[in-house]
């Protein structure tokens, strides 16, 4: 597929990075009566948010910096397929990362941070479930829930723990016995001793609603820069104001610029001038049209879900299943070039065998997995704003695992932001200006 015509026109608003943050910016910066281009260096959509679970999840209301990462991530460190990696390095950046995030794996960011994760994924899913319910263009959306199994008692307790964190914010979390689960979910044999229960949550195929959504804004006129790679920027005499995005074919200027480029941001937001603290975590996935199982068995279910402490999501969608996982930290240059780790598969793949005992892990290719990266603040929390320094710029990364699921609210707050009208949320706990 060709870029679409050249346009030399000064735009209303730039936005950079076409994954589910960008396109979404797109479409309420559209909705808003804006004029749009979205410049991506690859294929939009093709990025993070191809090969992800697809969950839209206000069960996800604790942040990934939380009680207890540090000495699980040490522990999983000692095993060479555990879900949690981190690869050494001595990039100044990333060990600076490391150190903000280790010091916000307390107790209090837990419990300071939970309601505003949840308030911004409930905006989120209203979003997804208007949008649904929209004739503009029709995507796969599934509100059955999600199911946190667990095959150990430890597991078990922790996931009661969290469900009476949920009800307290007043999500309707509830424990489920191995009787309760294989009435929910007959056609599958799971190795549990019981799960907890989001009915809450979604799931969508994300690549299809990325590409349905892009396929409507560009018959509305949004422009679409696939494969146009940013090379450096031109600002005004002030200094205080991007003028251009300079590219091979020329510069792309626009009076707003939004940058939501996931876990490539920081390298432009070098080029402008400031240091922005997300990190790479690599996750890995593969797609099967149906599971493979052992002879005579089934692995057919409706509701996606996770295993625990395995740390592996499985996903149900209209043309197949999806199993992914990981989180493998490290600096992006070295984690593009290293491809996907064996032992990762490995680990993903013997884990899942652990909690269903018909999935025939001998049929599992792995030069089938994919892999992405997601953008990780040092917080956990996602890093939506305007940037002190540059008066027509603003972010919208580090949402780690929850880019999808908060696609649609952060899209939504980016209109509000540049369209300067009240935003549907408080964004004190998003704001950039947290890491001065």
């Not at 479930?129 to 029709?138: G, N, P, R």
């Not at 610029?257 to 997300?278: H, I, M």
């Not at 018909?358 to 603040?377: A, Y």
Request: charged share 20%; with cysteine.
């Amino acid at each position: 597929m060709k870029n679409a015509p050249k346009d030399t026109a000064v735009k209303d608003v730039a936005v950079i990075g076409g994954g589910i943050i960008g396109v979404c910016s797109a479409y309420y910066l559209h909705k808003a009566g804006k004029s749009v281009v979205v410049i991506d260096k690859d294929e939009i959509g093709k990025a993070c948010s191809f090969g992800n679970a697809g969950y839209i999840t206000p069960s996800h209301f604790i942040p990934l910096a939380a009680s207890g990462m540090i000495q699980k991530g040490l522990k999983w460190m000692l095993n060479p397929q555990s879900p949690f990696y981190v690869r050494p390095s001595l990039n100044v950046d990333f060990l600076k990362w490391l150190l903000s995030f280790a010091k916000k794996c307390t107790p209090q960011h837990t419990l300071a941070n939970q309601q505003a994760i949840l308030d911004i994924n409930l905006k989120s899913l209203e979003l997804y479930q208007a949008l649904h319910l929209e004739a503009e263009f029709d995507f796969e959306f599934h509100q059955n829930g999600l199911l946190m199994l667990c095959n150990t008692q430890q597991g078990l307790n922790d996931e009661a723990t969290t469900v009476a964190a949920a009800n307290k914010l007043g999500l309707k979390a509830k424990m489920l016995t191995p009787k309760d689960l294989q009435q929910l979910e007959p056609d599958i044999q799971l190795d549990v001793i019981g799960a907890s229960f989001y009915p809450e949550d979604a799931h969508i195929a994300p690549y299809e609603f990325i590409v349905a959504m892009k396929n409507y804004l560009a018959a509305q006129g949004v422009e679409f820069r696939q494969r146009t790679e940013i090379t450096g920027f031109t600002k005004d005499t002030t200094n205080s104001k991007i003028r251009s995005a300079i590219t091979a074919d020329g510069e792309i200027r626009a009076a707003d610029f939004v940058l939501a480029n996931g876990a490539w941001s920081p390298k432009l937001a070098k080029q402008l001038g400031f240091s922005l603290p997300v990190q790479p975590g690599k996750g890995i996935c593969i797609s099967f049209d149906s599971p493979p199982v052992k002879e005579g068995a089934k692995l057919e279910c409706r509701t996606p879900f996770i295993l625990s402490e395995a740390k592996v999501a499985v996903s149900p969608l209209d043309n197949g299943i999806r199993f992914g996982g990981t989180m493998e930290l490290g600096v992006l240059s070295s984690q593009e070039s290293s491809g996907i780790s064996l032992n990762r598969i490995k680990g993903l793949t013997k884990s899942a065998a652990r909690y269903l005992p018909d999935l025939d892990t001998t049929q599992v290719k792995s030069e089938e997995f994919w892999s992405g990266f997601r953008p990780c603040s040092p917080d956990g929390l996602p890093i939506i704003g305007r940037v002190d320094t540059l008066a027509n710029l603003t972010l919208a990364t580090g949402h780690a695992m929850m880019g999808l699921s908060l696609g649609p609210i952060t899209g939504k707050l980016i209109s509000e932001i540049i369209t300067k009208e009240k935003t549907s949320l408080d964004l004190t706990p998003f704001s950039p200006s947290r890491f001065r």
